[in-house]
């Protein structure tokens, strides 16, 4: 069984940085997306299982850094200099079978349950 445990959500003031972390029953690739109220999930980042492949979200590329840790089985997303607009719910997922989509939420097929990010003055 799959499971996976966002932490480290939190209220950060804008150009703040916070890190989350993504604790997992085994070593998947994974990724890290998010969902504002009202708009549609959207890619964050991704690693491979080694930690040498990445990808990132246009909207966050230079702010965020996507690790991992396989000997806690848990994943991290360090993001700096925070915005207003990064206000979202934060999910991790798991993709148990890379298909070539790495961006498209449809590729996970494991969720957490999110942690909220507010950033806000």
């Known amino acids: 069984q799959v499971q996976l445990v966002e932490s480290g959500g939190g209220l950060v003031q804008p150009g703040g940085s916070l890190r989350l972390s993504c604790a997992a029953t085994g070593r998947y690739v994974m990724g890290w997306f998010r969902q504002a109220p009202g708009l549609e999930r959207e890619f964050v980042a991704r690693i491979s299982t080694t930690g040498a492949v990445t990808y990132y979200g246009d909207s966050v590329k230079g702010r965020v850094t996507i690790s991992r840790d396989n000997a806690k089985n848990t994943v991290y997303l360090q993001m700096n200099s925070l915005k207003p607009e990064d206000t979202a719910v934060y999910y991790c997922?798991?993709?148990?079978?890379?298909?070539?989509?790495?961006?498209?939420?449809?590729?996970?097929?494991?969720w957490g349950q999110g942690t909220q990010v507010t950033v806000s003055s």
């Open positions: 997922a798991a993709d148990l079978s890379p298909s070539g989509r790495p961006r498209s939420k449809d590729e996970y097929e494991y």
